[in-house]
């Protein structure tokens, strides 16, 4: 097809366009238009390290809307996936190809945090509704929050904020702490400080090392010859594994008890074995939350997906759930945003997690709970800290 | 630091940059002698781990995961020459980077479609599970020991067989010039064929050596192909003994870095390499230009 003859396709394309623009805006028909089927983006890792946690986030989600009767708010959902890679530089591109090319109606995604910043500036720039279900970075919600950039997972300070009380609870006075230099590791470092440092504690040495480096010997080294009372990690994924093995291997598991966010354990035991067992962490959820909820999306998701549900589905689950409510108050009408997000801004969910409800900063207020592996499984031990909210410092919205 | 800890880290730098220079003599190798490009070196490398993984579930026995590895990435080496590899000799770079990183593209997938995309670690064999103490708290695994001295053990292998076997002499002299050697009448793509297997086969070899001790991931190899490269050129393109000076100094920098200027430490190395480069442009005991 010649280039000309494309053109005149478009411009009678563009006619057409206008004319039932013209016909919709003369006759609204707002029973067809509210009975069309609501057009979900994923933006999530399908391939590369992150690739289980974007599948079982996509699948958890789906599950909810399952559970739901297939509809939010009365009208179908229908789903877009996109993969964003975890890579930041292809972050706004792929998040202005789901608002500007498919033309969704909501963005869900994603995990990776800096992809996350993209895809939130994307966000406020065009309007369009964000649900965060994994990424951590504080300033998503803090400096970056806004009406339509909403988070079911956590911000890098929630779950490690309650870790210094229960550090220095345990008796622990002199710290030390390793992790990956880059933001999600600082972000829990300076979190952890934050309470730990207030009770009286001291946090000797901060170990860091590059992003996404596994060598531990020389600072696991380091740590054995100043010898603190306990040390905080943050690793994730294969990095997880190789630390907690790394650290067992050079004998410290017994002489210098080890403690860290959720993500050092979560996902990653049947690869770190029995050097896991007995590590302290703290987290949004546990494998044995003992809450019907739980046990209902557990059930559910295993029938579902074939494999266990971890935090990553709950996280896709509970993003279905908050749409849900705001989609039910507007009864599917994605015009009356106002009233959509003030529903969500008031939700309170039953979450597999316990209850959850949402901050000014619209951020997930969650109980963050103690958990020690035991026996395989993140165990659940007490509540380290209720209904606990980001500060969401530098959110003009929140003030 | 006091002495000890220092005799500590001297050992952990040793042992990274023995692990650093078994990774990289294969890559050395074929960049030296077939003077291609092999960005998929990294990609045998975590193939490697994955296979050491699999056949020790399988068999129980981390000796057959040795064996059975090495045996698949050598005849692997052999079809991959035979198909792709033998066209790219004497052709720009840019073919040989664009093959090898397709190559990349297809094992990463090859990967996720027979292991799936978790992470796996390994038991070291029975015999090596052990440790013993370093200082009152700090241990140290019998297995990296068993590393060192296994890489020590590969590198006099490597050394013998060029510089001491008739194959060595063929290989040496193909790489010096290799119209010449044809014309003697030496059939090099039959060496080539053997030399480019002898390289998968020894990334293959790191990273079910090292498996035991860093764990099975997706996109294990990407960090270790960077750290190769910089070894290659730091010790210069072709030489074996130049990969070793360069590994050592690269597995000593990375940890006295990390523990003495931890500012620095992800740039450490690559000073490293800027300066010996400004002071000698061909790498270390390189000849030929970088």
């Known amino acids: ?399 | 630091m006091d002495l000890a800890t220092f005799a500590v880290q001297l050992l952990n730098g040793v042992q990274y940059g023995l692990v650093l220079f078994l990774v990289a003599s294969g890559l050395t190798l074929v960049f030296g002698i077939l003077g291609v490009i092999n960005l998929a070196h990294g990609a045998f490398y975590m193939l490697g781990a994955y296979v050491a993984y699999w056949l020790t579930l399988q068999t129980g026995s981390f000796l057959a995961a040795l064996v059975g590895g090495i045996a698949i990435a050598f005849v692997a080496g052999l079809a991959l020459e035979s198909l792709f590899i033998k066209r790219l000799y004497g052709r720009d770079h840019l073919s040989q980077v664009l093959l090898s990183y397709g190559l990349i593209l297809v094992l990463d997938e090859l990967r996720h479609i027979l292991f799936g995309k978790d992470v796996h670690s390994v038991a070291p064999p029975a015999f090596l599970t052990g440790s013993f103490k370093l200082t009152d708290v700090l241990s140290y695994q019998n297995y990296r020991l068993a590393i060192c001295a296994f890489c020590l053990a590969v590198a006099a292998a490597i050394f013998f067989v060029i510089a001491r076997t008739r194959i060595g002499m063929i290989v040496r002299a193909g790489a010096e010039n290799r119209d010449m050697t044809r014309a003697l009448g030496i059939r090099s793509d039959r060496v080539n064929r053997l030399v480019f297997a002898t390289g998968i086969a020894l990334a293959a070899l790191a990273g079910i050596v090292v498996a035991p001790i860093s764990t099975v991931y997706p996109g294990m190899g990407d960090q270790m192909l960077i750290l190769s490269f910089v070894v290659v050129v730091l010790g210069g393109i072709g030489s074996i003994t130049g990969a070793a000076i360069g590994a050592l100094l690269i597995g000593l920098t990375d940890t006295f870095g990390q523990v003495l200027f931890p500012s620095f430490a992800s740039i450490s190395i690559y000073l490293v390499m800027a300066a010996i480069l400004l002071w000698r442009p061909h790498g270390i005991l390189g000849a030929r230009d970088v």
Not at chain 1, 56 to 71: A, C, P
Not at chain 1, 79 to 102: C, F, H, I, W
Request: with cysteine; glycine share 12%; charged share 20%.
């Open chain 1, 1 to 399: 097809m010649s280039k000309i003859e494309m053109l005149g396709a478009t411009r009678r394309d563009l006619l057409k366009g206008a004319a039932a623009a013209g016909l919709a805006g003369a006759f609204p028909l707002p029973a067809l238009a509210q009975g069309a089927p609501l057009k979900v983006g994923f933006m999530l890792p399908y391939t590369g390290t992150y690739a289980k946690l974007g599948k079982f986030i996509d699948e958890g989600f789906r599950l909810k809307v399952e559970m739901l009767g297939g509809k939010l708010g009365g009208r179908a959902i229908e789903y877009v996936q996109v993969d964003d890679e975890s890579e930041p530089a292809k972050g706004t591109d792929n998040m202005n190809r789901l608002v500007g090319r498919e033309k969704v109606d909501f963005v869900v995604g994603t995990v990776h945090s800096g992809v996350a910043m993209a895809m939130a500036k994307v966000a406020k720039d065009t309007g369009t509704t964000l649900i965060v279900p994994n990424a951590g970075a504080n300033d998503v919600t803090r400096a970056m929050c806004a009406p339509n950039i909403w988070r079911t997972s956590f911000t890098n300070w929630q779950p490690c904020f309650p870790m210094g009380k229960v550090m220095y609870d345990a008796g622990h006075r002199n710290v030390m702490t390793i992790t990956w230099r880059y933001a999600a590791g600082q972000e829990d470092v300076e979190a952890l400080k934050e309470s730990f440092v207030k009770l009286g504690g001291k946090v000797t040495e901060e170990l860091y090392l590059p992003f996404p480096q596994v060598e531990f010997q020389a600072l696991i080294t380091q740590i054995a010859q100043k010898k603190p009372d306990a040390v905080f990690a943050f690793f994730a994924g294969g990095g997880a594994v190789k630390f907690v093995k790394d650290y067992a291997a050079a004998g410290l598991r017994a002489s210098i008890p080890l403690y860290g966010p959720g993500f050092l354990t979560d996902g990653t035991l049947p690869a770190q074995g029995a050097d896991a067992e007995g590590i302290k962490t703290t987290l949004h959820y546990a494998d044995d939350l003992d809450n019907p909820a739980n046990k209902a999306y557990l059930a559910a998701f295993k029938k579902k997906v074939g494999e266990e549900g971890d935090v990553y589905g709950v996280q896709g689950y509970d993003a279905a759930a908050l749409l849900g409510i705001g989609l039910d108050a507007v009864k599917g009408d994605i015009a009356a945003r106002e009233k959509m997000y003030a529903a969500m801004q008031d939700a309170k969910i039953d979450s597999p997690r316990g209850p959850i409800s949402f901050s000014k900063a619209h951020n997930v207020v969650q109980n963050i709970y103690l958990r020690e592996v035991k026996g395989g499984i993140n165990k659940y031990i007490a509540v380290a800290h209720a209904n606990l909210a980001d500060p969401a410092l530098g959110c003009r919205v929140a003030s």
